[in-house]
């Protein structure tokens, strides 16, 4: 049974910074990408960001330059730093792993609220 277990999530004021964590057994050094996503209420879930194998990152512009994804494999731990962050920031986020043959199987956290106010 896959638990990630996530953390990090609260309420900061706009322009302040959270760090997110997923923890991950086995899902960081599986050859696998992983993400984050987020979704704000009434609104569809939006990427966030990823990281691939070889350690590179990708961002949507909303978050570029502001958020910083990162892994520590020896913890078995998916990182997102988020920084100057606006109120359209607040929404539940959510980390996605992959594992199995081509990594098809996915697998999502149960969330956690990060709320920015202004």
């Known amino acids: 049974q896959v638990q990630l277990m996530e953390s990090g999530g609260g309420s900061v004021q706009a322009g302040g910074s959270l760090r997110l964590s997923c923890t991950a057994p086995g899902f960081t050094s599986n050859g696998c990408d992983m993400h984050w996503y987020r979704q704000a209420a009434g609104k569809q879930r939006e990427w966030v960001s990823t990281?691939?194998?070889?350690?590179?990152?990708s961002y949507p512009d909303s978050v570029k330059g502001r958020f910083t994804i990162s892994k520590d494999n020896a913890k078995d731990t998916l990182y997102l730093q988020m920084n100057s962050l606006k109120p359209e920031d607040t929404a539940i986020y959510s980390c996605?792993?992959?594992?199995?043959?081509?990594?098809?199987?996915?697998?999502w956290g149960q969330g956690t609220q990060v709320t920015v106010s202004s």
């Open positions: 990281i691939s194998t070889d350690g590179s990152t």
């Open positions: 996605k792993v992959h594992d199995g043959r081509w990594c098809w199987s996915s697998y």
